[in-house]
């Protein structure tokens, strides 16, 4: 079951694709997009994660607009061009609709995050500790001036990143493990061999989907949100 659902974000509305499963309810996930937008890869994740028993909110950071997999032009400019006070209103407005939500059965809420989603979800996981328990991201992370204050964070992290990355490197990835360790966080940033970024997606726009290790990662993912997320 699947519908776009409209959600306060701080005296304006956002919008965004709840999925929920066929049991009508479960712990809540907040999925958050790549630098595309809100397109159909993105809402086949949240479908996924409802297929395995969460209710899954992908909020629309582009507020409607879209790029297709052949314009990365046009996604780098999407994401730069977007307010990013605007995207963690909608992102906080989004947990706390989730967290409200008649369909959740948990206290807190997990995040999963693909490409930029997975930079934002460290963000929401640091500015809304109150609700965000676990973090899950793919292919990306805060980086210099972009990284919050890491001491909010108490969310358990258990992220994916790819070996061949200029987005994100792996190196920093690893670097950043290290940090938030020494900060007593509960995080791993597994680096995979032989990946490029994106390679979780589905619509394959760079060339890098990895069948085998996605098919290999997911069941871990659901694992992961099922013991964290209550």
Known sequence: MAETVWFKSNGNMASGYLAKPSS?????????????????GIKEMADRLATAGFVALAPDLYHGELAAHNEMDKAAHLM????AERAGKDMSGAVDYLASHDAVTSKGIGVVGFCMGGMLSFLIAANRPDKVKALVPFYGFPQGDAEPDWSKLTAEVSGHMAEAD?????AAARALEEKLRGMGKKITLTVHPGTGHAFMGPHNALGTRNEKLAAQIWPDVISFLQKTVR
């Open 24 to 40: 009508g309810s479960g712990p809540g996930i907040l999925v958050i997009q790549e630098w595309w937008g809100l397109d159909a």
């Open 80 to 83: 730069q061009s977007m307010p």
């Open 166 to 170: 200029s987005f994100f490197p792996p």
